[in-house]
């Protein structure tokens, strides 16, 4: 009977968790309804988020579209097409690897600092008492936290998508000889505003994901320090998985929808 009633527990506490999240989204948007934004809060997470986590990002974009246009071209030489790195490596930065990148990074080093500072703020009772001096937690901690995000990833992406197309300049002219003009040419030609619009949005649905799944940890921390060291590692964690299933979904929505939107 254990092995029978283990699926349903844990069909039924994910559904738990999906209806807590939902819940705090709610809260959120009520929040946001509000008119109280505390736009200094959010200039401190804008700090705290975007300008804090750009060394990561560049280091991860410029690496990336390194390595990326190293194995591209080595392989696209054996079929004579290797003109064709540049336009390989921008439009899979922009679509894929400096959104997926750029969030997975950006999770582990925001998403565990907000489960961090609202989980101990939980457990040593500090959330209690907003709510006693009649402070919205969720207005005060996750919607300056939800503001900042939505302005900075997309800002970030687009750091690790220019340091990643920099960076494969250097591999391709410096290292293997191509002529610059013939490398930005074939680029350019093969990249549109529709792949940079591609990751902006999943830069978007990205800080959306990180900020609740995070904050919601934060929020549900209890029993002291060691929960606060369990919801920091689960929102890291989930904060990933959601990403990566979630840019599975978006990249076969926004790829039938892009060609409309190129064609207007």
């Known amino acids: 009977m254990d092995y029978l009633r283990l699926p349903g527990r844990l069909f039924l506490d994910f559904l738990t968790y999906l209806g807590q999240l939902a819940a705090l989204m709610g809260d959120l948007f009520y929040a946001i309804r509000s008119g109280l934004w505390r736009l200094g809060l959010v200039a401190r997470q804008i700090v705290a988020i975007g300008y804090g986590s750009q060394a990561v990002v560049i280091?991860?974009?410029?690496?990336?579209?390194?390595?990326?246009?190293f194995q591209s071209y080595a392989k696209f030489k054996d079929?004579?097409?290797?003109?064709?790195?540049?336009?390989?490596?921008?439009i899979a930065l922009c679509r894929?690897?400096?959104?997926v990148l750029a969030g997975l990074m950006v999770a582990g080093r925001v998403g565990a600092s907000m489960a961090a500072d609202i989980g101990t703020m939980k457990v040593t009772e500090q959330i209690d008492a907003l709510?006693?001096?009649g402070v919205d937690p969720v207005n005060y901690l996750v919607?300056?936290?939800?503001?900042?995000?939505?302005?900075s990833m997309p800002l970030l992406i687009a750091e690790s998508i220019t340091f990643g197309m920099a960076a494969s300049h250097f591999v391709t002219v410096y290292g293997y000889g191509?002529?610059?003009?013939?490398?930005w040419t074939h680029t350019v030609e093969h990249t549109g505003l529709v792949d940079?619009?591609?990751?902006?949005?999943?830069?978007?649905?990205?800080?959306?994901?990180?900020?609740?799944?995070?904050?919601?940890?934060?929020?549900?921390?209890?029993?002291?320090?060691?929960g606060?060291?369990?919801?920091?590692?689960?929102?890291?964690?989930?904060?990933?998985?959601?990403?990566?299933?979630?840019?599975?979904?978006l990249s076969i929505a926004l790829n039938y929808i892009s060609p409309m939107s190129a064609s207007v």
Not at 59 to 69: H, K, Y
Not at 96 to 99: A, M
Not at 178 to 183: N, S
């Open 178 to 183: 191509v002529p610059a003009p013939w490398f």
């Open 131 to 133: 709510r006693v001096m």
């Open 59 to 69: 280091v991860t974009g410029a690496f990336t579209g390194a390595v990326f246009t």
């Open 196 to 226: 940079l619009w591609i990751g902006m949005v999943k830069g978007f649905v990205f800080g959306i994901v990180i900020t609740i799944i995070s904050t919601h940890q934060g929020l549900a921390a209890q029993d002291g320090a060691v």
């Open 96 to 99: 894929e690897l400096g959104p």
């Open 228 to 249: 606060v060291g369990i919801g920091t590692t689960r929102a890291v964690v989930n904060s990933s998985l959601v990403i990566l299933i979630f840019n599975f979904f």
């Open 143 to 151: 919607l300056p936290r939800f503001f900042a995000m939505m302005i």
């Open 79 to 90: 079929f004579g097409v290797e003109t064709s790195v540049g336009a390989v490596v921008a």
